[in-house]
């Protein structure tokens, strides 16, 4: 059995989340290695309330001088999404899974729950079908160099393998002459991506053998989430859900 972290970036406007998603963790988790959590070197750290939740793995990264004009939702959405696809930077797990600070869970889960065949779980939706999210397929085509036909942020949370991860890397560089996506927007002045939809679309352009390919949500994990937008901030009511949740045997 590979092992598996869980993977979070976070930053301080998110450590009011950050608190229900280690809670969660905590209660509802079993056969993970480590709690893997990077955030902004910006001298505003963690609180040590919220580290004292559960045993993690805490690193701070800065975020980078060198930044494109005018990225899209600023230049720390588009940070954090680079993080996680270098996950492998500061885990050496075989696999993470990748967790927003602003989602917990609210049932017992495993590495297994995101398997399916015995592979990590995969679903796809045609892009036409996906509404105003076809906004990302001219970047996700643009980094990988060919044509796209899905939309691949079909359910999160999902999981990134070291082997994919490194395969990315390498098609990046065929495409780029280079394998570090942040040289790539760079370059070219790029103001966003889709992290989902480039690593998606790699791993099913590709067949890789860590994943099973599916066209079917109906049986997503995703049921079993709870999903905020953390820029609206944490009202009263989505506060009082989550603890029934916490608080439930």
């Known amino acids: 059995m590979p092992t598996t972290d869980i993977f ?3 930053y301080h406007k998110d450590f009011v989340w950050l608190e229900y998603a280690l809670r969660s963790i905590r209660k509802f988790a079993s ?3 480590d ?3 990077v955030s902004d070197d910006d001298g505003r750290a963690i609180p040590t309330s919220l580290l004292e939740i559960l045993p993690c793995k805490v690193f701070y990264v800065r975020l980078p001088e060198k930044q494109p004009r005018n990225p899209n939702h600023g230049i720390g959405y588009l940070w954090q999404q680079y993080i996680k696809l270098t996950w492998h930077r500061y885990s050496d797990a075989d696999a993470a899974v990748m967790m927003d ?9 495993t590495p297994e729950s995101f398997q399916k065949d015995g592979k990590f779980r995969w679903d796809y939706r045609r892009w036409e079908d996906v509404g105003n999210a076809i906004c990302h397929k001219p970047t996700t085509d643009f980094f990988l160099g060919f044509s796209t036909q899905y939309e691949a942020m079909a359910y999160i949370p999902l999981v990134f393998t070291r082997a994919s991860t490194f395969a990315l890397e390498a098609h990046l ?3 780029h002459k280079t394998n ?3 040289e790539i927007i760079l370059k070219h002045n790029l103001p966003g991506m889709s992290e989902f939809n480039i690593y998606g679309n790699f791993i099913h352009h590709c ?4 994943y099973y390919i599916s066209y079917d949500t109906s049986d997503a994990y995703q049921n079993s989430l709870i999903g ?4 609206g901030g944490l009202a009263e009511e989505d506060r009082a859900r989550r603890e029934k949740v916490l608080a439930s045997t």
């Open 8 to 10: 979070i970036k976070t």
């Open 31 to 33: 056969g993970f290695r």
């Open 35 to 37: 709690v893997v959590i």
């Open 101 to 109: 600070s602003d989602r917990m869970f609210t049932c017992p889960f």
């Open 173 to 175: 560089n065929t495409v």
């Open 180 to 182: 570090d996506l942040w």
């Open 207 to 210: 067949n890789h053998p860590d």
């Open 228 to 231: 905020s937008w953390s820029w």
